[in-house]
């Protein structure tokens, strides 16, 4: 009896996980760019570069981050690096900007995909392998999940990376980029906020 009063309670679990499952995948992560316009208390209002405006809330405690700039000389073979990039005319990708993960987040969205800052752009998340100089400018030699990528970087692409902020550094105007989880009706989940500090903005 007790066999099977165990193999009762175990499918149970399992359908409550199955009845579960779509309701969380209900919720989208959503990645919004624009810039402050108002905190009251805790309730952010933001323009976004679409011309929209959104309200989110945030929870008790929390608090954005902002970005430093780095030299290309920071980056350093087996850095965890987050490369935005677009193809020139000939298909080689050029970085957009360059950030670089602290190593507590070693690992985060590893891959490459398509990403929304600009038509055509990508996200690599990936490991340095070395940094070369090339005719053109340099190149980062990374890999993601055992699959090479070359990554050429221009002068003008910034090399960023996060720092703390706080509360008061979202102010009217400020740029910010959002990411939220939008549930199926419609509401914002707030994860994280970057905004603009000491003139270095977040990608629009």
């Known amino acids: 009896m007790r066999k099977y009063a165990w193999l009762k309670t175990a499918f149970l679990i399992l359908m409550a996980l199955v009845i579960a499952r779509p309701a969380l995948a209900q919720n989208t992560p959503q990645r919004i760019r624009g810039s402050v316009v108002s905190l009251v208390g805790d309730a952010l209002t933001v323009a976004t570069r679409e011309g929209l405006q959104v309200s989110l809330t ?85 890999a993601y999940k055992g699959t090479p990528i070359d990554i050429a970087v221009p002068e003008a692409a910034p090399i960023i990376q996060n720092i703390p902020a706080s509360r008061d550094d979202l102010k009217p105007g400020a740029k910010v980029f959002v990411v939220a989880d939008k549930a199926a009706d419609g509401s914002l989940t707030l994860r994280r906020i970057t905004v603009g500090k000491d003139g270095v903005d977040p990608p629009q």
Not at 92 to 121: K, N, S
């Open 58 to 142: 945030l929870p008790a405690g929390f608090n954005p981050t902002a970005l430093k700039r780095l030299a290309m000389s920071d980056i350093k073979p087996n850095d965890f690096i987050a490369t935005v990039a677009a193809p020139d005319k000939d298909g080689v990708l050029q970085a957009v900007y360059v950030a670089i993960f602290p190593e507590a987040l070693r690992g985060t969205g590893e891959g490459h995909y398509d990403w929304d800052l600009a038509p055509g752009t990508s996200m690599t998340n990936a490991t340095v392998q070395s940094v070369l100089a090339a005719r053109n400018g340099r190149v980062l030699s990374l």
